[in-house]
């Protein structure tokens, strides 16, 4: 519950309005592809007025070297295609649960028990959804 807890202390941006087609989008869904990473949804919070951030991207791996690997390799993709660097990134140390938090994007590179017991689609279910595959 603490990668949650990062959220609250922060404010989405209201000055860059993002889409699925934003290049920093389509980086995070390449990248996280690229290392295989699974099961890949985008949640679109932007017309969820609590919501702290316009998507949430989630995704599964296999094992700690893959979760390790899919969130280096996100924050390196994004930094060199976008000049962007995450806002806060938590989860490293438990290596459970990865957040990287762009503030109007947030990332969460999970393993599958993290993942079925928090149920992040569930709890934002009325954000429309879509999967991503390679």
Not at 102 to 131: C, G, Q
Request: net charge positive; aromatic share 8%.
């Amino acid at each position: 519950m603490t990668n949650l807890n990062a959220l609250k202390n922060r404010k989405k941006s209201n000055t860059i309005r993002l889409t699925k087609n934003s290049k920093i989008f389509k980086t995070i869904i390449h990248a996280i592809l690229e290392k295989k990473g699974e099961k890949i949804i985008s949640l679109d919070l932007r017309k969820i007025p609590e919501a702290v951030a316009d998507f949430f991207i989630i995704c599964q791996a296999g094992n700690t070297t893959q979760l390790k690997a899919i969130a280096d390799f996100v924050e390196t993709d994004v930094k060199q295609k976008c000049g962007e660097l995450p806002y806060k990134h938590e989860g490293r140390h438990g290596q459970q649960w990865i957040l990287i938090d762009y503030v109007n994007i947030v990332v969460h590179v999970m393993l599958e028990e993290p993942r079925k017991f928090y149920r992040l689609e569930e709890m934002w279910s009325d954000a429309p959804t879509t999967e991503h595959a390679g």
